[in-house]
């Protein structure tokens, strides 16, 4: 247990209730944005998803860019996943 604690440091990830409170969005707006795509999970611990802390910095800044610009989820989608 206690490697894992490290390589979760160490990899400098962050977890859903932690995006919540650093970049103000809803519970709902990360499971959104983690059902849809835009935000994929590196691991799943209990009931705890964590996620790379510069990719969701770097997505959030580009969907909300995008998303002020018109564009819809989908497109966005498209643009950052080529999904």
């Excluded at 990899?11 to 859903?16: Q, T, V």
């Excluded at 499971?31 to 770097?58: A, C, Q, W």
């Excluded at 860019?65 to 497109?75: D, T």
């Amino acid at each position: 247990m206690v490697d894992k604690n490290k390589n979760l440091k160490s990899a400098k990830l962050i977890s859903a209730k932690e995006i919540i409170s650093k970049y103000n969005i809803s519970y709902q707006t990360v499971n959104h944005y983690t059902d849809f795509g835009l935000l994929p999970m590196v691991e799943k611990k209990g009931n705890i998803r964590f996620y790379d802390n510069s990719l969701v910095r770097s997505r959030l800044s580009q969907i909300i860019k995008l998303a002020s610009e018109g564009y819809s989820l989908r497109l966005i989608r498209r643009k950052l996943v080529g999904i």
